[in-house]
T-cell receptor, first 114, second 110 residues
């Protein structure tokens, strides 16, 4: 079990360039999430997908799009990168049963936009 | 107002010390509560869930006070390996999301 995997681990973009961050999980979880983490801000939810074929906006969706390709994969796209999108991006998948909620994170993608 | 607030620290404590972290949350409808640990440049990992009755896992004790909307984490007999950032996390069913505090940084000194 690899858990949650993310690619790439590091990326440097120039303003205006586009890229897609990939995330995959092998735990058969229905829900997947994309967060960004900035100093002093904590993790903030960008988008989430409660199940295959559905996506919903989180707290900070502007400038991003997502695709839930299948149950395993949830990608995050930056169409026109801006310096404000310099951050560490974490993907997570969720095991949810009734009142319990366990979230498993990928190792993160460190993105710098110059 | 932030959903979850924590003292960012840093807390610098000697090995063997007892240290406590506190956290408050703003939404009384919050259902589940957690402490996560995040090492430098790594992903957050679940440390423990927090139950109303309080719960203990080895040297770690978590407490929840729903009336005061307050969560705590106590670490006894601190080890060097406990050095990390501790994130207070709250789950709201309606939002279908976890809300993260900014984290409290702990450094255990030899």
């Amino acid at each position: 079990n690899a858990g949650v995997t993310q690619t790439p681990k590091f990326q440097v973009l120039k303003t205006g360039q586009s890229m897609t961050l990939q995330c995959a999980q092998d735990m058969n979880h229905n829900s997947m999430y994309w967060y960004r983490q900035d100093p002093g801000m904590g993790l903030r939810l960008i988008y989430y997908s409660a199940s295959e074929g559905t996506t919903d906006k989180g707290e900070v969706p502007n400038g991003y799009n997502v695709s839930r390709l299948n149950k395993r994969e949830f990608s995050l796209r930056l169409e026109s990168a801006a310096p404000s999108q310099t951050s560490v991006y974490f993907c997570a998948s969720v095991e949810s049963t009734g009142q319990t909620f366990a979230q498993y994170f990928g190792p993160g993608t460190r993105l710098t936009v110059t | 107002r932030k959903e979850v607030e924590q003292d960012p620290g840093p807390f610098n404590v000697p090995e063997g010390a007892t240290v406590a972290f506190n956290c408050t949350y703003s939404n009384s409808a919050s259902q589940s509560f957690f402490w996560y640990r995040q090492d430098c440049r790594k992903e957050p990992k679940l440390l423990m869930s927090v139950y109303s009755s309080g719960n203990e896992d080895g040297r770690f004790t978590a407490q929840l006070n729903r009336a005061s909307q307050y969560i705590s984490l106590l670490i006894r007999d601190s080890k060097l390996s406990d050095s990390a950032t501790y994130l207070c996390v709250v789950y709201q069913t309606g939002a279908n999301n976890l809300f993260f505090g900014t984290g409290t940084r702990l450094t255990v000194i030899p």
